[in-house]
């Protein structure tokens, strides 16, 4: 995984409650068998006027101008502004595969379901939660200042408005040192591999029957 | 000593390590593997040179992509089949406990596979990469989805990172009505909490009402935990549950079983634990439930009429609901029952067991699908589940109705095979989801139990079942 590192990027709005994993990525692009290319799919059937299947060049497909990541102001966006209970729905990873390959690094929403929560930090993408208010203030600002920009910073735990305004965010420390330091969960995991074996060893004695071969 | 909840139970009797943070390793005894979620997972394992830490944990099959109908023609799409066929590659490498490959008798919907063959067991941690693993919770098993990075993670390490939940207890006391079914308690419960009311929280179901429940309506309604936004949902051990497992082909038996047994029976919240959170529910107040919106939270009685965006004050939300409308092609106030429909789908791992067909076929013996209903599928969850149907006739029910039978899987829950909606088409379908595009690109799903989608196969529209009972 590749160090998460401060920056300042664009910010999109997308103006929902509960916007669902289907809505991400719809199925149809999930029988890949790669991480990759997902991308041009995110938000498909908003994004686009015609069906969208595996294996189409999206660059010629007809485009939804009332879908607000296709507006000019926010192409190159990396922060994603949403409201509550973002990525609901399916544990498709496709989907914040889709939104980082789309080139989301930030998501900033009032809430979010439990599983999309987890699958982001597991790719480099920091989903944030902030207070109503921040994000209500959010959105006016997008609105009404082209090109706003919010520079991130997670060391610090602090995202920085155009206008000097500080707001301070929490994030599970291990999740934190996990993104700063690009760990792979895997490795961390397997230095502990002895403790592993030592306790299926004792969990094998006393429940044999979950064990069955 | 300290009264535990069920979930503290399950939880410390699988805590490998525990950091003074809280972020503890759990041991996983069960992972149920799809064609969907898995390649990337397979693959990666691979790249970084690793085995599968216990293959015998493994119990895998593919189910959303393979097709109902035709099966001697195999699976046509060939990117669907691909990645069928990347499954049986992967398994034929690392092995498994079971695998039931395509056309297999005992093949269907995962989470209809496992519980049937004995594979889940009271007590036990199972992980899928598919949110609907919430449905094991019914045996008192911690059972949740997981992405594909996990899921390479519980293939290397059998483990997984996470942090101890807040507890949830959902009270259903009182005797459900009849035509009332878990579906329509697990809806009624989504519609009061919300799609996210469970966030953060290991929800047990308990009551009277719980209690009167069989295994399969347990299932269906920990399986709908996830909409509720739960990590996770659990149904405590009872005898139901233990009369469930006795001679299941992967379960223990004899003398072992008994021991097994008397494990399961204390696996239950102690007299007095303490949950985060409590909701209480009357059953004997809930009707049957129809979702109207594009989330499994807007759902109201089939009595009432649908939601006026006019009387919504926050912002926000009633632009959520005007755009639900939009899409649904719905008349703010008018009743439920006079939405008209399309198509019909009875399946998903939500309701396709045995007794949910028993139900259904219940309502449409003697009767016939409206002439306005275009299709009506009937999908079982398993190969077991669907020869145990026919044995008993239930097929020719469904047949003689004006329903096609098919073969075992996912289907119309999420249209990654044939079996889909056509834009603006409305559904009444046992699933779990009523996302936009959910069924297919531009289809209109309304949630509802196998005895309500029966009820408005036959009469072309949402109907109350309880009036034809």
Redesign the interface.
């Known amino acids: 995984m590749n160090k998460f590192v401060t920056f300042t990027g664009l910010v999109a709005p997308l103006d929902r409650n509960n916007v669902d994993t289907d809505a991400i990525i719809p199925k149809q692009f999930l029988k890949s068998i790669k991480r990759t290319g997902f991308g041009p799919n995110a938000f498909d059937e908003w994004r686009y006027l015609d069906h969208g299947e595996p294996g189409m060049d999206c660059s010629t497909r007809p485009l939804n101008p009332n879908f607000v990541l296709n507006q000019e102001r926010y192409k190159g966006a990396s922060i994603l502004l949403t409201r509550a209970n973002f990525g609901c729905g399916s544990s498709r990873e496709h989907a914040p595969w889709a939104l980082a390959d789309f080139g989301f690094k930030v998501i900033l929403a009032e809430s979010y379901a439990d599983i999309f929560f987890n699958n982001s930090f597991k790719n480099g993408m920091l989903p944030l939660v902030l207070p109503k208010e921040e994000i209500n203030a959010l959105f006016g600002l997008v609105e009404y200042s082209p090109g706003f920009a919010l520079t991130v910073d997670l060391a610090a735990q602090k995202i920085t408005r155009p206008d000097g305004y500080v707001i301070d965010f929490e994030v599970d420390p291990f999740r934190k040192e996990c993104l700063l330091n690009g760990w792979d969960d895997i490795g961390l995991t397997l230095r502990h591999a002895d403790e592993i074996r030592e306790f299926e060893e004792r969990r094998k004695r006393e429940f044999p029957w979950l064990f069955a071969a | 000593m300290e009264a535990k909840t069920l979930y503290e139970k399950l939880w410390s009797s699988h805590v490998?390590?525990e950091?003074p943070?809280g972020?503890a390793?759990i041991?996983i005894?069960r992972h149920l593997v799809h064609e969907?979620?898995s390649?990337?997972a397979f693959?990666?394992l691979k790249l970084?040179g690793?085995k599968p830490?216990?293959a015998?944990s493994i119990v895998a099959n593919p189910d959303?992509?393979t097709p109902t109908d035709h099966w001697d023609e195999g699976i046509k799409?060939p990117?669907?089949r691909?990645?069928v066929e990347?499954l049986d590659a992967n398994i034929r490498d690392t092995g498994a406990?079971a695998y039931f490959p395509f056309k297999d008798a005992r093949q269907g919907i995962i989470h209809v596979i496992a519980p049937e063959n004995g594979a889940i067991?009271p007590?036990?941690t199972v992980v899928c990469?598919?949110?609907h693993?919430s449905t094991h919770g019914a045996f008192a098993a911690m059972a949740?989805?997981?992405?594909?990075?996990?899921v390479?993670?519980v293939l290397?390490?059998?483990?997984l990172?996470q942090?101890k939940s807040k507890t949830m207890l959902v009270r259903v006391e009182g005797r459900l009505g009849k035509g009332v079914t878990a579906k329509d308690v697990a809806l009624a419960i989504i519609g009061k909490i919300g799609?996210?009311g469970g966030?953060?929280y290991a929800v047990e179901f308990a009551g009277a009402a719980i209690r009167g429940l069989s295994m399969e309506g347990r299932m269906t309604l920990c399986n709908m935990a996830i909409e509720a936004?739960a990590?996770l949902g659990l149904v405590a051990v009872d005898e139901v549950t233990v009369d469930y497992l006795r001679n299941r082909p992967?379960?223990?038996k004899g003398e072992?079983?008994d021991?097994?047994a008397a494990?399961w029976r204390t696996l239950t919240s102690d007299a007095g634990a303490k949950f985060d959170c409590t909701v209480e529910v009357d059953a004997s107040q809930i009707a049957p439930q129809v979702t109207w919106g594009t989330?499994p939270e807007m759902v109201l009685p089939v009595t009432a009429n649908v939601p006026d965006p006019k009387k919504e004050a926050d912002a926000?939300?009633k632009?959520?609901l005007e755009?639900a409308l939009a899409y649904m092609g719905l008349q703010p106030n008018m009743p439920i029952t006079a939405i008209a429909i399309d198509k019909v789908f009875i399946g998903s791992c939500t309701n396709s067991r045995i007794e949910d067909l028993r139900q259904a076929a219940a309502v449409l013996k003697g009767r016939k699908v409206a002439a306005n209903v275009k299709l009506a599928l009937a999908v079982p969850g398993s190969g077991p589940v669907k020869r145990q149907a026919e044995a008993e006739g239930l097929d020719r029910i469904f047949v003689a109705a004006g329903f096609e039978w098919r073969e075992p899987g996912c289907s119309m829950c999420?249209?990654?095979n044939a079996d889909r909606l056509a834009p603006g088409e409305r559904c009444a379908s046992t699933s779990n989801?009523n996302?936009?595009?959910?069924q297919g690109?531009g289809g209109r799903t309304h949630l509802v139990s196998p005895v309500m989608a029966a009820a408005a196969a036959i009469a072309g529209h949402f109907a109350d079942v309880r009036d034809i009972l």
Not at chain 2, 144 to 150: A, K, P, V, Y
Not at chain 2, 435 to 438: A, M, P
């Open positions: 490998v390590r950091e943070d972020t390793l041991y005894d969907v979620t390649p990337q693959e990666g970084a690793r830490w216990r015998n959303h992509n799409d990117v669907s691909l990645q990347t406990l067991l007590g036990m990469g598919d949110s693993t949740h989805g997981i992405g594909t990075s996990e390479e993670h290397a390490t059998q483990c990172v942090k799609t996210a966030t953060g936004g990590r992967f379960g223990p072992e079983f021991k097994a494990y989330s926000v939300k632009e959520g755009r999420l249209a990654m989801r996302f936009e595009g959910r690109p």
